[in-house]
T-cell receptor, first 114, second 113 residues
Framework: GAVVSQHPSRVICKSGTSVKIECRSLDFQATTMFWYRQFPKQSLMLMATSNEGSKATYEQGVEKDKFLINHASLTLSTLTVTSAHPEDSSFYIC??????????FGPGTRLTVT | GESVGLHLPTLSVQEGDNSIINCAYSNSASDYFIWYKQESGKGPQFIIDIRSNMDKRQGQRVTVLLNKTVKHLSLQIAATQPGDSAVYFCAETYAQGAQKLVFGQGTRLTINP
């Protein structure tokens, strides 16, 4: 399967600041990547689909101006949480689709906004 | 379909026993299903998948069963080991539909020594 990395694994930031999370595909060229968030004891919720070279597609209820996604290359997608608030604290996970529609996920980024 | 809840269903089994984790999916148009294992603080790990033209698929110590009539999916883990302790999620997708996955609520599996 595909190998996906995320950076950072943990980040603490102050309210009002912005945080960038990177998702890299280490061995697979991904035209499409996905960003999820996961609250404690809950399932993964898709936030947006990141498309290489074009605008991301956001799920209903996800603010595109708050969660900026850039997919500038076939191996890198970034998620920037702008003007972070404590309620943005969550576990953010990226994923990409393999050869046969299966998805592989990164190790996740734990964001804590103080 | 996508489910949000504060309490994960739990399943406790004795080490060495077999475990069965169940999942009900929502979309009758879904034609591809995946089971994931998620350990604490980590991303989901692909376990096994199955397409809708099959009703059973086996892997190493794991078997997935699909019943499209009642929209039910199960994951069987044989001879459970302590390392199997994790949260297990089923996910469904319509392969031609933007490849978006919809996750079930998850089940926490605990292996007792």
């Amino acid at each position: 399967g595909a190998v996906v990395s995320q950076h950072p694994s943990r980040v603490i930031c102050k309210s009002g600041t912005s945080v960038k999370i990177e998702c890299r595909s280490l061995d697979f060229q991904a035209t499409t990547m996905f960003w999820y968030r996961q609250f404690p004891k809950q399932s993964l919720m898709l936030m947006a689909t990141s498309n290489e070279g074009s605008k991301a597609t956001y799920e209903q209820g996800v603010e595109k101006d708050k969660f900026l996604i850039n997919h500038a290359s076939l191996t890198l997608s970034t998620l920037t949480v702008t003007s972070a608030h404590p309620e943005d604290s969550s576990f953010y996970i990226c994923g990409l689709t393999g050869q046969f529609y299966e998805q592989y996920f990164g190790p996740g980024t734990r964001l804590t906004v103080t | 379909g996508e489910s949000v809840g504060l309490h994960l269903p739990t399943l406790s089994v004795q080490e060495g026993d077999n475990s069965i984790i169940n999942c009900a999916y929502s979309n009758s148009a879904s034609d591809y299903f995946i089971w994931y294992k998620q350990e604490s603080g980590k991303g989901p790990q692909f376990i096994i998948d199955i397409r809708s033209n099959m009703d059973k698929r086996q892997g190493q110590r794991v078997t997935v069963l699909l019943n499209k009539t009642v929209k039910h999916l199960s994951l069987q883990i044989a001879a459970t080991q302590p390392g199997d302790s994790a949260v297990y999620f089923c996910a469904e997708t319509y392969a031609q539909g933007a490849q978006k996955l919809v996750f079930g609520q998850g089940t926490r599996l605990t292996i007792n020594p």
